[in-house]
């Protein structure tokens, strides 16, 4: 995974009015904490920042006046209805270092034939890994299986390097069978009879 350079600058005022304008400059509030140290309160640059938070589990490398540390996001706190970034909290890494993190489950492959339906029932593992490989997300074969198969978090075959925190018994993908509609003659029928 590639690092994402971004330059963040140390911010002295705080509240909603201060957050506001920070935001009318094309900027985002961000915390940066982590390893004992004391939070940070920093800006961030909107656009490039919401560039690199389409890629999950991004490793942002950031230059806080000329200090150079390495941070994953925490938190993403987004406005409800135009979408655009609000908060950020992120979290300090080193390399080598192991994190814990959310990672997407991606389905491939057809299933049996008979209308079957999949239900995701977690679109996201725990997963931990080392903070420099962050996997985007893995990807589970779904081909040919049958209504009533089911597949468990550690059936899921995770990336080099990383180990499963989620539960290993827990369903992550399920195939239900497709129920069928009542044909339109017995439906009028079954009416008929109850009047």
Do not use: C, W
Not at 73 to 97: T, W
Not at 176 to 195: D, K, R
């Amino acid at each position: 995974m590639s690092e994402v350079k971004l330059a963040a600058a140390v911010r002295t005022e705080f509240g909603k009015g201060a957050a506001r304008a920070i935001r009318r400059n094309n900027q985002v509030p961000a915390v940066v904490y982590g390893h004992g140290s004391e939070p940070a309160h920093v800006t961030l640059p909107a656009h490039d920042l919401a560039l690199a938070l389409r890629t999950p589990n991004v490793l942002l490398s950031l230059d806080v006046d000329g200090k150079n540390e390495l941070a994953i996001p925490k938190a993403v706190q987004r406005d409800a209805i135009k979408g655009f970034l609000v908060h950020v909290d992120l979290l300090l890494v080193k390399r080598g270092e192991k994190v814990t993190v959310e990672i997407p489950v991606h389905a491939e492959g057809e299933l049996a034939a008979g209308g079957n339906l999949l239900e995701h029932v977690l679109s996201t593992l725990s997963i931990e890994a080392e903070a420099t490989h962050l996997p985007e997300a893995v990807t589970v074969s779904v081909e040919g299986l049958e209504a009533g198969a089911s597949v468990l978090a550690g059936d899921i075959t995770l990336p080099k390097g990383s180990t499963l925190v989620t539960d290993a018994e827990a369903v992550v993908l399920q195939v239900l069978a497709a129920q069928a509609e009542e044909p339109a003659a017995e439906a009028e029928a079954t009416e008929g009879e109850e009047a």
